[in-house]
């Protein structure tokens, strides 16, 4: 069956970085895309990107841009992202995505990244 | 960014009963050439990661019960849960794949009444 393993929650200080993986396995990694989306504490969802882990390719969501990367490795069929600059307001749960087309058919866990001084 | 609204931001119905959850698009989201609306429904039940209930506007995944169902086109669409069911308790979200950035609705909490 597909799964999505996700890293544990991480603390973190303003202006740390972090990075979660994200080990896949049930299906073909190279075959569908791989999106990032977070949830604030009793918040919605907030689509932040995507990677195409066949080319390696990736696009964020402009309000990312500059400060997340989203990158891969086909031999342990995982993905990762990694954000930077980190405020108060990236607390959240962080869950990674198969996404076929653009719609999320199976997510991860979650990750909890807490930011805080 | 294509902005979703639902519409109620929250719903109270009894076991048994209809469940109507609304979505509206600022922009339409139908592809035209090859007819199909980008637009999806999840469930996210508390403390778990949301699940796809339906994409396509109207397509049922896998393992969904068939008291789901989804329509609409352009930039309405409607999640109905035709018999309320106790484990259908949770916040829905519509979400559009018509275009980057990938936007969710603020989410609709349906509980029991």
């Known amino acids: 069956q597909v799964l999505l393993v996700q890293s544990g929650t991480e603390v973190k200080k303003p202006g740390a970085s972090v990075t979660v993986s994200c080990q896949t396995s049930g299906y073909t990694f190279t075959t569908y895309d791989l999106h990032w989306v977070r949830q604030a504490p009793g918040q919605g969802l907030e689509w932040m990107g995507w990677m195409n882990p066949n080319s390696g390719s990736s696009d964020s969501a402009q309000k990312f841009q500059g400060r997340v990367t989203m990158t891969r490795n086909t031999s342990v069929t995982s993905g990762y992202m990694h954000l930077s600059g980190l405020t108060s307001e990236d607390t959240a749960v962080y869950y990674c995505v198969r996404g076929p087309f653009g719609y999320f058919d199976f997510w991860g866990p979650g990750t909890l990244i807490s930011v805080s001084s | 960014d294509i902005v979703l609204t639902q519409s109620p931001d929250s719903l109270a119905v009894s076991l048994g009963e209809r469940a109507t959850i609304n979505c509206k698009s600022s922009q339409s989201v139908l592809y035209n050439s090859n007819n199909k609306n980008f637009l999806a429904w999840y469930q996210q039940r508390p403390g778990q990661p949301p699940k796809l209930l339906i994409s396509w506007a109207s397509t049922r995944e896998s393992g969904v019960p068939d008291r789901f169902s989804g329509s609409g086109s352009g930039t309405d669409f409607t999640l109905v849960i035709s018999s309320l069911q106790a484990e259908d308790v949770a916040v829905y979200y519509c979400?559009?794949?018509?275009?980057?950035?990938?936007?969710f609705g603020q989410g609709t909490k349906l509980e029991i009444k």
């Open positions: 979400q559009q794949f018509y275009t980057t950035p990938y936007t």
